[in-house]
């Protein structure tokens, strides 16, 4: 069983930064891949980026460059850096684990995080 909490999220300007972490529980947490998924009101939940639990990374089309994910296996923690925010990335950001290789659809993890809202001001 694995417990994961978001934090970092807030009110930005466009154009700045937010860091976002994922604190997980468990023993076997760098025998996880983790991603973030993201859900504003009226639309579907949809991949971020990911982690695998060899750290290869991976980002949704969207990214552009601008979001950089990372993790500290000593911490059980992963970070989203998020740069160059824009309004459409205002949403709900959530992180799911599973465990093994990485996957890029939702149904593919088992344990999620509440989520910590992210809104970008214009």
């Known amino acids: 069983q694995v417990q994961l909490a978001e934090s970092g999220g807030g009110l930005v300007q466009a154009g700045g930064s937010l860091r976002l972490s994922c604190v997980a529980s468990g023993r076997t947490f760098r025998s996880y891949s983790i991603a973030w998924f993201r859900q504003s009101p009226g639309k579907e939940r949809e991949f971020v980026s990911g982690i695998s639990f060899s750290s290869n990374t991976f980002y949704g089309d969207f990214v552009k460059g601008r979001f950089t994910i990372s993790r500290d296996n000593a911490k059980n923690t992963v970070y989203l850096q998020m740069n160059s925010l824009k309004p459409e990335d205002t949403a709900v950001y959530y992180c799911?684990?599973?465990?093994?290789?990485?996957?890029?659809?939702?149904?593919?993890?088992?344990?999620w995080g509440q989520g910590t809202q992210v809104t970008v001001s214009p």
């Open positions: 799911a684990a599973r465990d093994g290789v990485w996957a890029s659809t939702i149904s593919q993890y088992d344990y």
